[in-house]
């Protein structure tokens, strides 16, 4: 029991020291450094921007499509380059895994909380647009952040954890989860409203863990509401998705040093 | 004394190539392996068995080798005990704190500071924030990086790399170490270094394993050793036993390899056999071990079946590692031998033997006139033989041979004529001094 509670206080060290690394590591050499993690949401927003304002307008009510796209661009950042980095943690590290012993979760982990950082960075512009659009705050929408950001943490782990571990024996996972990134993209309300989906098909968007968590993102930070019965679906959807990729990680990672 | 080590009966397979086709196939076959534990029945062609039964117990402050061939399961053990990966039957039981040091500076990362992958590597190895930033001052005094501790280690030499890698290794005070081919790496300075933390930790009662392919190294550290062929344990005992056996097939080994395809064979039969080769000391036969700074002599016996006529013999001293020590030759020396049918007996004297404690043993062949082919089918090889020199232990002295040395020191050169130290040459006046 004291073992395997120093054991975790121990991998708590790695695990910080490993996220730190990749950090630091992707900054190194950049003239530019952590800017890019404002700079990759706010181009695409921007894009986006001219796209459905100029050319085909959408109706995104009385929110600005800026604010709009960019309070779900964030969040959406963070899961995509989550996934992609978690995926590619243990093969891009075999020699460690396969000559040292260390609990195989700090690589996924560390290379999604490297990114926590950037979508931290990212997140300040979100509070100085809602500065510049006079958005009101709502206070009591603010204690749901950090539930909503749970749900994501939950979403992003089960999905990352699952695909690092199988891309150690299927490199194809990589160009997979590039793909389904991609489709994922336009399955979520991040450039349109939810509105504009047909109404039948509504239950079954929600299917989608991220169009719950992009929708609350929007409640509570753009609409001064509290988040609507759709959190709870998410929720639901990303705990299950934690256990399996949690659970499909634990099972095959003794597996892993044996893969040469 | 308590055990820290109990490996029991652990069997280790592999599989071998790729045995699964599509993403789907296995997803479905990891399921069906989670339904029903027992594996389906082992085919031989697809799986490869690393380990079979092999147990072995390790007590508190021992320190076991395991020697073997390449691909013999040393590392798989080694794996095993690290919890890098699972055996497929079998239980493993440690006890205390494990620490591998299997590769140094495992994590570095080329961008990053010194400083910085002093952290990043040391917590890799298991080590606390606070235990690392305790010992900082002590682990960059260790690697002698002071001036270059804030440079990006893409900027070091591999040299200084290793150094600062087996600083932070040398801070770890497990109560298990695993050491793997670690020193194979660095100079002799570096391996000195390494060896001294090592016994240091084990007078502190750490337990160590260590794989090394220097029998020599592993004669100086381990008490215990563990001899693994095709991933079965083939002896279990004192380690000059387990090496002695050890080398003894490995000699053989080559003493195959050499007959079968380096050697221009004469046809048919061999026109001689050497029969026995022996190490004689000043008095017949070596009973015990013989003293570095008497003579020696080696004598093979050989048996001619018909007369051979001019031939020429090469005699070799070779360390138990393998190392050459000497080669002899009667061609070089002027010795001119003539063979006819019927046995008998070459030797030469070795005066003094100059060898520095070890154990060694003797090689012959018979080759022809012109030393351009061997004649015996196979060399003669002597038992081992074991030299005492002046050092009493591998750490107390390196190198092979041991000069009769004598020593001078003259102050504010009063008798200009000598030098600070004077070592005799290595065949030379009648006077020996007796140490």
Redo the contacts between chains.
Sequence with gaps: MLAQSIALLQAGDLLREWTSRNIRARYQQSALGWLWAVIQPVAQVAVFTLIFTLIVPVNTGDIPYVIFSYVAMVPWTFLATSLTDMSNSLVDNMTLVTKIYFPREVLPVAAMLARLMDFGVAAVLVVILMLFYQVPLFPAGLLFLPVILGIQLALTLGLGLAAAAANVFFRDVRSLLTLGLQIWFYASPIIYPVTLVPERLRSFYYLNPMSGIIEAYRDVLLRGELPGPYLALSAAMSLVVFSIGYWFFKRVEFQFADIV | MNTVIRFENISKR??LGLT?TS?PG?ISQ?LKG?LKAAPQKADDDKYLWALRDVSFELMQGQSMALVGANGAGKTTVL?LL?????PTTGTIQTQG?LS?L??LG??F?P??TGR?NI??NG???????EYIRRRYDEIVAFSELERFIAT?VKRYSSGMIVRLGFAVAACIEPDILLVDEVLAVGDASFRQKCLKRIQSLLEDGTSIIFVSHNLYLVQAVCSKALYIQKGRVLLDGETNDVVEAYEHDLHEERARKFEISDLEQTDGAADVEITKVEVWGVDGPAAGPLPSNQSAQIRVHYDAYHDVGIVSMSVFVMRSDGLTCSMMRTKLDGFELELQRGQGVISVHLDPLQLISGTYFAEAYFLNESDSMVLTSAGGRSDWFSVKGAARSYEETSGVYEPIARWHHQHNGLQAAHLDSVREPALGSAETESR
């Excluded at chain 2, 690290?82 to 699972?86: D, F, L, P, R």
């Excluded at chain 2, 917590?123 to 924030?129: D, H």
């Design positions: 592999y599989k699964r993403l296995v990891w989670s794996k690290a919890n890098i990966t699972k704190q591998a299997i590769e495992a994590g990362h961008d990053l910085e952290y990043l917590t890799i190895l298991g080590l606390s924030r990006p």
